[in-house]
Each structure stands twice: as structure tokens, then as C-alpha cells.
């Protein structure tokens, strides 16, 4: 197995370093037998828990996680999204126990500026104008994030925190108009399929969205439809 002029020999030390030694002899050179070892330990067991990256915080992970969404969001893992902040994986782990916790997350950052939103519907003295403010911030949220509004379409991202949010600011909105819960939950559900659909056409569509957001506080004014009036 090994050459006649290099001869292993195999030791063990008391701290479980396995020693090797060759025996080499230089015969062209003519010189003296010389002895030459290695120290090889064995791998120490690394405790605790992995390094999180250099400079890795939560909002890096988000952040990185929506721009990943909008470039490839049929590849998205969270391998990938590691492979893009170049660090182990292990290390998204320590903020987000599962995909679906980040995704949540995500999507809770995307929509933050929903958060905001009570103070300045308040402001608003007409129902128009509420719901105005009200579409504005959400169509700035789905245009910044197209491919994660389409997952959201989709049903493959959750949703449930934001739709609440944007629930009860729908209420806001449109109080006091007499509209049952029922009709108001349809209402808002509709406002957000237009606005959905609005975000497909892209940025050739312009500010419609703002006489169709008026048409639609217009029509829900007077709901429900006289049904004694001949339309």
C-alpha cells in the first residue's frame, strides 16, 4: 500500500489524537533517516448553536425574503432565501422556526403601512375620501409587491392578520353608512378583488383606480337600491 521507503506507524495519544508517523528515507540525497509526523485530532462536536451570520438581523431575513418572492417565488425555500443572504441555513432558523412563520412575517412587513392607516381615515370627513386613503395605501402595497399579491390570490400564502387589519379599516372607512356585517364584509372583498386586478394592468393603468374607488363609495351611499324605482 505504501512505498517501501515510507512506513506508517500508528499511535494513539491519551487526549484521542491519532499520531502518524512516516519513516522517510532521502536516498538520492543521501542524507540521514529523518523522522516526520502528523497530527491529525479528531473534529470536535460543536455545542450550542450555529453562528447567525455577520450581520444578519430579522429585518434582513424579511427583506430579503420579499425581494426573493418578487424574483422567483416558485423557487422560494428557505435554503434558497440562504443561499441569497449567503449564510447556513440553520441560521434563518433562529428567527423563523418554520417557512410558514416567515411567510407570515413577510407578509405582516409587506403590509405594515395598514398599521398606520386609522389616524388619517379619521381625518377624512366624507366616506369617499376614506376610502380613498384606504385604497391608496393598500394599491401602494400590492404594486411593491406584485408576486407576493399573487400567492396571496392564490390561497398559498396566509393572509389571516392582514385581512382582519384591513377588515376593520374597511369599517372605519364606510361608518356610518347602514350596512349590515354581511354587506360589509362583501363590500371590502370587493374593493380588494378591484384593487388585485387593478395591480395586474401595471403602471399603464394610471390613477383610474381613484374614480372607480369614488363610483364605489357612491354606490354603497345608496344601498341598499330602492326597489319601488324603475332602474
Same mark, same amino acid.
Given at each position: 500500500?505504501?512505498?517501501?521507503?515510507?512506513?506508517?506507524?500508528?499511535?494513539?495519544?491519551?487526549?484521542?489524537?491519532?499520531?502518524?508517523?512516516?519513516?522517510?528515507?532521502?536516498?538520492?540525497?543521501?542524507?540521514?533517516?529523518?523522522?516526520?509526523?502528523?497530527?491529525?485530532?479528531?473534529?470536535?462536536?460543536?455545542?450550542?448553536?450555529?453562528?447567525?451570520?455577520?450581520?444578519?438581523?430579522?429585518?434582513?431575513?424579511?427583506?430579503?425574503?420579499?425581494?426573493?418572492?418578487?424574483?422567483?417565488?416558485?423557487?422560494? *425555500?428557505?435554503?434558497?432565501?440562504?443561499?441569497?443572504?449567503?449564510?447556513?441555513?440553520?441560521?434563518?432558523?433562529?428567527?423563523?422556526?418554520?417557512?410558514?412563520?416567515?411567510?407570515?412575517?413577510?407578509?405582516?412587513?409587506?403590509?405594515?403601512?395598514?398599521?398606520?392607516?386609522?389616524?388619517?381615515?379619521?381625518?377624512?370627513?366624507?366616506?369617499?375620501?376614506?376610502?380613498?386613503?384606504?385604497?391608496?395605501?393598500?394599491?401602494?402595497?400590492?404594486?411593491?409587491?406584485?408576486?407576493?399579491?399573487?400567492?396571496?390570490?392564490?390561497?398559498?400564502?396566509?393572509?389571516?392578520?392582514?385581512?382582519?387589519?384591513?377588515?376593520?379599516?374597511?369599517?372605519?372607512?364606510?361608518?356610518?353608512?347602514?350596512?349590515?356585517?354581511?354587506?360589509?364584509? *362583501?363590500?371590502?372583498?370587493?374593493?380588494?378583488?378591484?384593487?388585485?386586478?387593478?395591480?395586474?394592468?401595471?403602471?399603464?393603468?394610471?390613477?383610474?383606480?381613484?374614480?372607480?374607488?369614488?363610483?364605489?363609495?357612491?354606490?354603497?351611499?345608496?344601498?341598499?337600491?330602492?326597489?319601488?324605482?324603475?332602474?
Amino acid at each position: 500500500m505504501y512505498p517501501s521507503r515510507l512506513r506508517p506507524r500508528k499511535t494513539v495519544t491519551r487526549r484521542g489524537f491519532v499520531m502518524l508517523k512516516f519513516y522517510s528515507v532521502e536516498i538520492k540525497r543521501g542524507q540521514h533517516a529523518q523522522w516526520s509526523s502528523m497530527t491529525a485530532p479528531l473534529p470536535p462536536r460543536r455545542r450550542g448553536r450555529p453562528a447567525r451570520g455577520a450581520g444578519l438581523t430579522e429585518d434582513t431575513v424579511l427583506s430579503a425574503a420579499l425581494a426573493l418572492l418578487e424574483r422567483d417565488r416558485a423557487a422560494f *425555500s428557505m435554503r434558497a432565501l440562504a443561499r441569497t443572504l449567503q449564510v447556513d441555513v440553520m441560521s434563518l432558523y433562529h428567527y423563523f422556526p418554520t417557512k410558514e412563520a416567515l411567510l407570515d412575517a413577510a407578509v405582516l412587513a409587506a403590509f405594515a403601512p395598514l398599521d398606520e392607516a386609522g389616524p388619517s381615515l379619521e381625518g377624512e370627513p366624507t366616506c369617499a375620501g376614506r376610502l380613498e386613503r384606504l385604497a391608496a395605501l393598500y394599491l401602494g402595497v400590492v404594486q411593491r409587491y406584485p408576486g407576493l399579491t399573487l400567492e396571496i390570490a392564490a390561497g398559498r400564502v396566509p393572509t389571516a392578520p392582514v385581512v382582519a387589519r384591513f377588515d376593520a379599516l374597511f369599517v372605519q372607512a364606510v361608518r356610518p353608512l347602514p350596512l349590515t356585517a354581511e354587506e360589509t364584509q *362583501s363590500a371590502g372583498q370587493m374593493l380588494v378583488d378591484y384593487l388585485h386586478g387593478f395591480m395586474l394592468g401595471g403602471p399603464a393603468a394610471g390613477e383610474a383606480w381613484r374614480f372607480a374607488v369614488r363610483v364605489f363609495a357612491q354606490g354603497l351611499r345608496h344601498w341598499p337600491p330602492d326597489a319601488t324605482q324603475d332602474h
